[in-house]
């Protein structure tokens, strides 16, 4: 069972443009919400987190949105950057250890 | 080292030989965490510590799979036998509470 459904799998987006990535949850019991950023050979590193206490959270050029009834939230990256290039990872937890979705490979071209 | 620490970081072993991946959490962190990421997939929870509390192994694959944390810091991985479909990268992360988790830079595991 998959617990958080990420969507888009890949995505190219233009240097500047927006990128956005989705993600869906069933677990109502969740109530942390973060997105990791990995780059090749590297580990997964803590990009932003959000409680569902808030509807939204920015930090820099990247913003999470979370909507609780529809049990969705996305990452927004604002003016996006050729070293932008990775993968994305929403996750989620409760009283459980993190969960992650299947991740979407970001390239930014110029 | 301020991050987590994970060894070794390449480790090549031939099928059936039983190998342990060591990983050292960033320090006074109580939860720690096992995952596994073969290519261009996704994180597989493997296994979850919190402090003194009994580890949440509901991830664990198979009963060759298994770990331990001493002292409520050094975690070791142990897969027994090791087959072809255990080649993956295992990530390791740790967490001062059950929010959000750093990871180690990972073991690349090839099984030959």
């Known amino acids: 069972q998959q617990q958080v459904k990420q969507s888009p799998q890949s995505l190219i987006v233009q240097k500047g443009g927006i990128s956005i990535i989705n993600c869906a949850y069933e677990?109502?019991?969740?109530?942390?919400f973060p997105w990791y950023q990995q780059f090749p050979g590297k580990g997964p590193a803590l990009l932003i987190a959000?409680?569902?206490?808030?509807s939204e959270k920015k930090e820099g050029r990247f913003t999470i949105s979370f909507n609780k009834s529809a049990k969705q939230f996305s990452l927004h990256i604002m003016d996006s950057q050729p070293g932008d290039s990775a993968t994305y990872f929403c996750?989620?937890?409760?009283?459980?250890?993190?969960?992650f979705g299947k991740g979407t490979r970001l390239s930014v071209i110029a | 080292g301020a991050g987590v620490s994970q060894s070794p970081s390449n480790k090549v072993t031939e099928k059936g030989k039983d190998v342990e991946l060591r990983c050292d959490p960033i320090?006074?962190?109580?939860?720690l965490y096992w995952y596994r990421q073969s290519l261009g997939q996704g994180l597989e929870f493997l296994i979850y510590?919190?402090?003194?509390?009994?580890?949440?192994k509901s991830g664990l694959p198979s009963d060759r799979f298994s770990a331990e944390r001493t002292g409520g810091s050094v975690s070791t991985l142990t897969i027994q036998r090791t087959q072809q479909e255990d080649s993956a990268v295992y990530l390791c992360?740790?967490?001062?509470?059950?929010?959000?988790?750093?990871f180690g830079q990972g073991t690349r595991l090839t099984v030959v």
């Open positions: 320090s006074g962190h109580t939860a």
């Open positions: 992360a740790s967490s001062p509470s059950r929010l959000g988790a750093f």
């Open positions: 996750a989620a937890s409760g009283n459980t250890p993190l969960v």
């Open positions: 510590f919190q402090g003194n509390s009994a580890p949440d």
């Open positions: 677990n109502t019991a969740f109530d942390y």
């Open positions: 959000i409680r569902p206490d808030v």
